[in-house]
């Protein structure tokens, strides 16, 4: 596999108008093709304000982002094509079904109707939707509408995949169905960014990782190694190690 550089995030600073203070100062980090990479830090941190910078849906106040396939830098231009993003709300149509909201949402990146179909099938298939593909979403468990979201940020087979929170709300034989899709999703190639509050779920998925606080990297690599170095016997005892105790707005 692959693992080079994916996706190197230069002195990110973010200041909203308005603000006293930035929500982001002088983040760097440097992402491989091979990485699922955890973006981990309390609330208010600055992850969905990274992530965001990330996708494209703000800009940085200073800083830079490069993203790279296979050690080709993509133009800003090509990037939408590059890139899928799973918010932690629901994107989607609630009185469409899974098979409406991906044939409109995946018309959007120019695929064929014969690759847009194929893909469709693949992908109510192997996120257990077959029974539910034409009915409502509205009627939908909060698991299967989690579902129906990724879905929707994987139909055109992105390089690099954004999830914020994509498990959230979901029952247990869900949350683990969906971790183990991503995992062949990894595997096949795609690189994964995500961040979450699930310290063990974060623990099991993902091979490197960033902590973040105040708008800081606090520490990033290797999830092992930060562990041994820290002395911290699991994910989340590292997190507190490092980001504290007290309580978070």
Do not use: W
């Amino acid at each position: 596999m692959y693992t080079g550089t994916s996706i190197e995030i230069e002195n990110i600073t973010k200041r909203y108008k308005s603000a006293q203070e930035d929500s982001l100062r002088d983040v760097n980090l440097n992402i491989n093709e091979s990485d699922v990479f955890g973006l981990l830090g309390p609330n208010g941190a600055g992850k969905t304000t990274l992530i965001s910078i990330l996708c494209g849906i703000i800009p940085p106040t200073f800083g830079q982002v490069r993203y790279y396939i296979r050690g080709r830098e993509i133009p800003e231009k090509e990037r939408r094509n590059c890139v899928g993003f799973v918010p932690q709300e629901y994107a989607f149509y609630q009185e469409l079904s899974p098979r409406q909201n991906l044939d409109y949402f995946g018309a959007m990146y120019n695929l064929s109707k014969s690759e847009l179909s194929s893909r469709i099938d693949e992908l109510i298939e192997s996120l257990g939707l077959t029974k539910a593909a034409d009915k409502k979403v509205e009627t939908f468990s909060g698991g299967m509408k989690r579902r129906v979201n990724l879905a929707i940020g994987l139909i055109h087979k992105p390089s690099i995949l954004f999830l914020d929170e994509p498990t959230v709300g979901v029952d247990v034989q869900s949350k683990n169905a969906i971790i183990k899709y991503l995992q062949e999703v990894n595997r096949a190639g795609t690189t994964i960014v995500y961040t979450s509050h699930h310290m063990s779920e974060a623990e099991e998925f993902c091979n490197r990782i960033a902590l973040i606080d105040h708008g800081k990297v606090v520490v990033q690599g290797e999830l092992q190694d930060l562990m041994v170095e820290n002395e911290s016997s699991s994910l989340q005892s590292l997190f507190i190690k490092l980001t504290g105790e007290e309580y978070r707005d």
